[in-house]
Nanobody, 114 residues
Framework: VELVESGGGLVQPGGSLRLSCSAS????????MSWYRQAPGKERELVAR???????EYANSVKDRFTISRDNAKNMVYLQMTSLKPEDTAVYYC?????????WGRGTQVTVSS
């Protein structure tokens, strides 16, 4: 499965961005689609995860600001980010794990700065 992220960019603090991730093959609704991020000098961390039939999961640092959603018909996952903070600056990666393997996108840069 090839994953391609888009939607990153430079935004001012308090602004919003919507990230998109397109999967090249069908991802079962029961398989998790997730967003991770990695800031300079830090480990990659889970931002949000969505699996069919389960509540979405979020890192504490983004709860009530970020929303993950999926369009299973289009094999897409989105991350709506609001009230962005400088500490949200990172490369954001799409991640899928299915019964065969796990897959990462190449990432999209999000920079929050005035």
């Amino acid at each position: 499965v090839e994953l391609v992220e888009s939607g990153g960019g430079l935004v001012q603090p308090g602004g919003s961005l919507r990230l998109s991730c397109s999967a090249s093959e069908t991802v079962l609704s029961t398989d998790a689609m997730s967003w991770y991020r990695q800031a300079p000098g830090k480990e990659r961390e889970l931002v949000a995860r969505k699996r069919g039939g389960r509540d979405s999961e979020y890192a504490n640092s983004v709860k009530d600001r970020f929303t993950i959603s999926r369009d299973n018909a289009k094999n897409m996952v989105y991350l709506q980010m609001t009230s962005l903070k400088p500490e949200d600056t990172a490369v954001y990666y799409c991640y899928v794990r299915d019964s065969r393997s796990e897959y990462w996108g190449r990432g999209t840069q999000v920079t929050v700065s005035s």
